[in-house]
């Protein structure tokens, strides 16, 4: 069982930066793959970062492409998203989640552990 408990979201102006972090619970955090999605009102929840295992590899959604950071911490038990250039079109609830892979995947449904959701908001 994985716990995993986001922070680091809120208000910013568009062109800023928000750093978010998900601290996971248990001790194999560091055999599981993690990823991060988000979900606008109305619209479904969509990938936009993902991190293999051992934070050698990571994968973006086009629309994050070279704006958006993904890092881990094993040592922390912490996955991080850096946020940068924010975009009114950022704006969502951002979910942490893990995957009982070592890989990579972009795919929702191949996530095991979700965190509850942490609110980002980017004013125009």
């Known amino acids: 069982q994985v716990q995993l408990v986001e922070s680091g979201g809120g208000l910013v102006q568009a062109g800023g930066s928000l750093r978010l972090s998900c601290a996971a619970s248990g001790r194999t955090f560091s055999s599981y793959a993690m990823g991060w999605f988000r979900q606008a009102p109305g619209k479904e929840r969509e990938f936009v970062a993902a991190i293999s295992a051992s934070g050698a590899r990571t994968n973006y959604a086009d629309t994050v492409k070279g704006r958006f950071t993904i890092s881990r911490d094993n040592a922390k038990n912490t996955v991080y998203l850096q946020m940068n250039s924010l975009k009114p079109e950022d704006t969502a609830v951002y979910y942490c989640?893990?995957?009982?892979?070592?890989?990579?995947?972009?795919?929702?449904?191949?996530?095991?552990?979700w965190g509850q959701g942490t609110q980002v908001t980017v004013s125009s």
């Open positions: 989640a893990a995957a009982a892979r070592r890989d990579i995947t972009t795919v929702r449904h191949e996530y095991n552990y």
